[in-house]
Nanobody, 116 residues
Framework: QVQLVESGGGWVQPGGSLNLSCAAS????????IGWYRQAPGEQRELVGR???????TYDDSVQGRFTISRDNFKNTIYLRMNSLKPEDTAVYYC??????????WGKGTLVTVSS
């Protein structure tokens, strides 16, 4: 059973930056895709961005140019660098991984609050 553990959430003022981490209990290279979703209060969970086993990360239009996903295969960890944060980025951020079989795994989430 794969476990994903997010960290790095917190409070930040608009325009600020945060770094989130997602540590996997197994090799992240075994996943077809691994990335980040978020869920704001009263909203549905939405894709922020993800990185595939091969290729560059893809992002939702709302975060393109502000957020960056990177990976460290040796540490089995992916990161989400968030710059120029806006109040509408406030949400619980979840790590998600998909195996070649299609099976998905989710972390428990980490809260990001952007407010002045």
């Amino acid at each position: 059973q794969v476990q994903l553990v997010e960290s790095g959430g917190g409070w930040v003022q608009p325009g600020g930056s945060l770094n989130l981490s997602c540590a996997a209990s197994g090799s992240i290279f075994s996943f077809n895709a691994i990335g980040w979703y978020r869920q704001a209060p009263g909203e549905q969970r939405e894709l922020v961005g993800r990185i595939f086993r091969y290729g560059s990360p893809t992002y939702d239009d709302s975060v393109q140019g502000r957020f960056t996903i990177s990976r460290d295969n040796f540490k089995n960890t992916i990161y989400l660098r968030m710059n120029s944060l806006k109040p509408e980025d406030t949400a619980v951020y979840y790590c998600n991984a998909v195996e070649p079989s299609g099976r998905e795994y989710w972390g428990k989430g980490t809260l990001v609050t952007v407010s002045s």
